[in-house]
């Protein structure tokens, strides 16, 4: 953990830890699984918001608890870009962790494989399977996404592959 | 021109059974030589086989149309992508298939090369709960009439990604499949192929890739690119060892390997054999392995038969007519019971060993209680929402 940013460690330390180690095939411990993964949601949306630093909305889409979809923002020379997220959570979970998936962004970056999942191999997985299977959701957003957003938002916006719906409202005007 | 018209039309007839007469027109007569030759003993059996290959790319792709080759009985393909141009690096698919998912396109190439071979292509993600589903219940479908608890008789994984192996790991272990698995690394330059028998060998999650440990900056993300190296050549020869440790499995000839790995720079090829973990984290894998261990008197008595009727059939005539010196063999298990007063793996006073013994089955420890959330899952829900809303 030596060379991530200390909000992010901060951060990190004050999400809950997850116990149960099931999968969306166990039945009943995958929904005791579910209430870990939503507390552990609940303590880091809140903290987000507490600390002015807001970053995501996420929410199951299916009952099982196997499908979430939401969005996610990151702000740029005080504008903000906001994408879908979504992601599936794999059957071997939490062996393996979700991949998480920005679908507006799928082609225009090589940090993705397809169908827009973002890449997590080098800064995150090693993470994610030393820590089965206390991590969870969470961590997967505080740890995979939030760095990811980090580092290729400014590069996607600069580069003109992405641009604020601002701009591109005006620009299908004129 | 017109020889080109002409060949693009020519589709073979099936043909009902393997054939060993050499004309120019049968295309199993160099196959049903291996039987002549002394290699094979029943090559027809070839065609009472099924496999099923997951992920129809480099490598999954060249093995499948080997197999095709080689007349092999049922082929299962599974791949939720599509064919691309950034593909034809690599062998098997060509320019025209581009938009097609590559289970259709290499159905439609290998029907054409072996009509013969029962074709069966699955377009899915077998990482997700529903594709999941999909894949257990196809690899079962036969195997009532098999009488087993799978209907094909090996999968191949030629994925290209640690969460698709670990899918299929954990359904060949629910189904006590013997797999194979392959890789090539991303630099292109190495590969492997791995024989997994569940309880026998380790599975994929008993021995976790090497978690490198973190301390990742999120600014070095910049410098690694997603897009990995390949060669045709590395996935040619990845492919081909896997189908030759297939058919030797199948067919049952020479030696099939536990695991071959493949370093092109040096052109050396590392083997190994890899026992199953007593602590792996798979639950399906733990329970193959008590199956394994508690089968083990079974398996000693078959392999002591089977040495006893050999050496039966051997021992009719003494070897040496004189024996001056009263030389003789002595049995392992006597040479152990003479090193009186000693168990053979005694540690001394006040050592125990960290981890349990491999052919013994230990139970598991009893994970400590999990906490107790009494929370209804409906409120946390409702509270996420909540958050989601403000």
Redesign the interface.
């Known amino acids: 953990m030596e060379g991530w940013d200390p909000s992010t460690k901060s951060a990190l330390t004050q999400i809950p830890l997850l116990t149960t180690r099931a999968g969306p095939r166990d039945g009943g411990p995958w929904t005791q699984r579910l209430k870990e993964e939503y507390r552990a949601l609940i303590a880091y949306t809140s903290m987000n918001k507490s600390n002015d630093n807001d970053w995501f909305r996420i929410s199951a889409a299916n009952p099982e608890g196997t499908r979430w979809e939401g969005t996610c923002w990151y702000v740029h020379n005080l504008r903000r870009y906001e994408f879908q997220l979504q992601f599936d959570i794999p059957v071997t979970y939490p062996a393996t962790a979700p991949e998480i998936e920005l679908p507006q962004l799928d082609g225009k970056t090589h940090k993705m494989y397809r169908g827009g999942k973002i890449c997590l191999t080098v800064h995150f997985k090693p993470l994610w399977a030393k820590n089965c299977p206390r991590f969870g959701i969470a961590h997967a957003l505080c740890l995979g996404l939030a760095p990811w957003l980090a580092a290729e938002v400014p590069i996607l916006v600069d580069s003109g592959m992405v641009k604020h719906k601002d701009d591109e409202a005006t620009s299908a005007e004129s | 021109m017109t020889l080109i018209m002409k060949s693009a039309t020519i589709r073979r007839s099936k043909v009902k059974e393997l054939s060993a007469e050499v004309v120019d027109s049968n295309p199993y007569s160099r196959l049903m030589a291996l039987q002549r030759m002394g290699i094979v003993e029943n090559y027809e059996k070839i065609r009472d086989f099924s496999v099923a290959i997951v992920g129809i790319g480099g490598v999954g792709s060249v093995a499948a149309e080997m197999l095709t080759r080689c007349g092999i009985g049922r082929l299962l393909l599974y791949d939720y992508?599509t064919v691309e141009l950034a593909n034809m690096n690599r062998l098997f698919f060509r320019p025209d298939q581009v938009g097609m998912t590559k289970t259709d396109a290499a159905v439609q190439t290998l029907s054409d090369i072996n009509p013969d071979v029962v074709l069966e292509s699955y377009s899915l993600n077998?990482?997700?709960?529903k594709g999941?589903d999909t894949f257990i219940e196809s690899l079962k479908r036969k195997s009532a009439e098999e009488g087993r608890s799978s209907g094909v008789d090996l999968v191949l994984s030629c994925v290209d990604n640690?969460?698709a192996r670990?899918?299929v790991?954990?359904a060949c272990n629910e189904l006590n499949q013997t797999w194979m698995e392959s890789g090539v690394s991303e630099d292109a330059v190495s590969g492997h192929i791995q024989l997994l028998v569940p309880g026998e060998t380790a599975c994929f999650?008993c021995a976790?890739p090497l978690?490198?440990?973190?301390?990742?900056?999120?600014?070095?993300?910049?410098r690694?690119?997603?897009?990995a190296a390949s060669l045709p050549t590395t996935m040619g020869v990845v492919a081909g060892l896997l189908v030759q440790n297939s058919l030797k499995y199948l067919l049952k000839f020479g030696q099939v390997s536990p695991y071959l790995g493949y370093n092109s720079l040096k052109d050396y090829f590392p083997a190994m054999e890899m026992k199953p973990n007593p602590q792996c984290?798979?639950s399906a894998c733990l329970q193959r392995q008590k199956e394994y261990i508690q089968a083990k008197p079974a398996r000693d008595a078959l392999a002591k038969a089977k040495l006893d009727a050999e050496s039966s059939s051997e021992a009719e005539c003494p070897l040496h007519m004189d024996n001056e010196w009263h030389i003789s063999v002595v049995d392992d298990s006597e040479a152990e019971s003479s090193n009186i007063g000693k168990k053979p793996d005694a540690l001394p006073d006040g050592l125990v060993h960290e981890l349990p013994n491999a052919d013994k089955y230990q139970e598991p420890p009893a994970s400590g209680e999990?906490?107790a959330?009494t929370?209804d899952?409906e409120e946390?829900?409702r509270?996420?929402?909540a958050?989601?809303s403000?």
């Open positions: 992508d077998i990482t997700t709960v999941f640690y969460e670990m899918v790991n954990q999650a976790p978690v490198v440990a973190s301390g990742v900056d999120e600014r070095t993300l910049k690694e690119g997603v897009c984290s798979n999990t906490s959330i929370d899952l946390l829900q509270q996420l929402d958050l989601n403000s």
